[in-house]
């Protein structure tokens, strides 16, 4: 195991507390990566939670000196880290709309060069928390006014060709709160997708939940979607029905169906899945079926739960540094056993690998 891999493991489960970013907004609430900021350890670029709770008590600190370079110190170890950066603000966030929108409210930067978006920023479970995922804080950011209810296709692709332009952007992620109608959102995957195309040639990965009709798949690879994310997010069955009390209508088996079609159109490793660890699943567990994803064709990206506020796990403790290094190591090695791998992707989660040490792992030998 790499010591960066082993320091990535620890920050992200304890966070950093962050006296020496004070007043930057980082990224708060809505889908994705929330209550995060993207920081690059020795040209790593990862994010890091900042505003939950428990990073507030982590024994990590980010510190700058009178020079103004960054440092890393932990109480664990009594150790500073240097070589420690912030990204800086893409300059497509000062861009608007014709009709005034900021170009930051219909699509963000994640990591160091990802673009990304939730084309709709509802979900059709949210508002009922007996069906919504326990984790799941869609529509904070709209509710916050940071955000449209829906982005249009013309407004992605306009933001997609300004940050491919000004800020050498390499690929678009796109996501979507779970609409009403059967297929899952992937239509708007497609038409967008296509919009994108027309203005800026840029890798894009499609996430939404696995269409009833599988021909969504081929409509969304045709439209110029190059990868494709279903997420389970847990696996254990009582854990899926306390978690995910809607999503979890849908069995482990018709995920895997899914998968299966999928792989089918988008190929093998360009098609992925989220496991969130540390909400109940045993290790075994995530181990066993990441071997069955990869076996699929599936590259399951192991990520940490991180407690996001105002969810109702917003007290949930993140999984212990050890949980994460044992279930990290045993699917690298599977990884480096099989066909797939985080880098071969075209775009996507695994392929930035910011929110997971996974990919430090898997290129550990």
């Not at 082993?6 to 609430?29: D, I, M, S, W, Y």
């Not at 890091?48 to 103004?68: I, K, T």
């Not at 269409?211 to 997010?233: F, K």
Request: proline share 5%; net charge negative; aromatic share 6%.
């Amino acid at each position: 195991m790499s010591d960066l891999g082993r320091l990535v493991t620890e920050l992200q489960v304890h966070g950093v507390a962050v006296p020496a970013l004070a007043g930057n907004r980082g990224r708060r609430g809505g889908a994705g990566p929330s209550d995060h900021r993207a920081l690059t350890i020795d040209g790593a670029t990862v994010m890091v939670p900042v505003y939950n709770a428990a990073s507030q008590a982590s024994p990590y600190r980010l510190e700058a000196d009178s020079a103004g370079a960054l440092s890393l110190s932990s109480d664990l170890e009594g150790e500073r880290h240097s070589g420690v950066a912030v990204t800086g603000e893409p300059a497509f966030y000062s861009l608007a709309t014709a009709d005034g929108i900021p170009y930051r409210s219909i699509a963000l930067l994640h990591g160091r060069d990802v673009l990304a978006t939730t084309l709709l920023q509802t979900c059709i479970r949210f508002r009922d928390r007996r069906e919504s995922c326990q984790f799941c804080a869609i529509e904070q950011s709209l509710d916050d006014g940071r955000t449209l209810v829906r982005k249009t296709p013309e407004q992605v692709a306009e933001v997609a060709e300004a940050a491919v332009r000004l800020d050498g952007v390499k690929q678009l992620v796109m996501t979507t709160g779970t609409p009403n109608s059967d297929d899952r959102g992937a239509r708007l995957m497609a038409e967008t997708a296509a919009a994108v195309q027309r203005r800026v040639a840029i890798p894009i990965q499609a996430q939404c939940e696995p269409p009833q009709d599988p021909i969504w798949y081929e409509r969304m690879r045709e439209a110029g979607v190059a990868s494709l994310g279903m997420h389970l997010e847990v696996i254990e069955p009582e854990v899926r029905q306390r978690v995910l009390p809607g999503k979890s209508e849908l069995s482990l088996d018709q995920y895997y169906t899914a998968f299966k079609q999928a792989v089918a159109v988008f190929g093998r490793g360009q098609v992925s899945t989220y496991l969130l660890a540390g909400l109940g699943d045993r290790a075994e567990s995530l181990i066993a079926c990441s071997e069955t994803l990869i076996g699929l064709g599936v590259y399951p990206f192991i990520v940490p739960f991180v407690p996001i506020s105002g969810t109702p796990l917003e007290h949930h403790p993140a999984p212990s540094s050890e949980f994460m290094v044992e279930v990290y190591g045993a699917v690298a090695e599977r990884l480096r056993q099989s066909d797939i791998s985080a880098e071969a992707m075209a775009a996507g989660c695994a392929k930035c690998g910011a929110c997971s040490a996974l990919s430090l792992f898997e290129k550990d030998r």
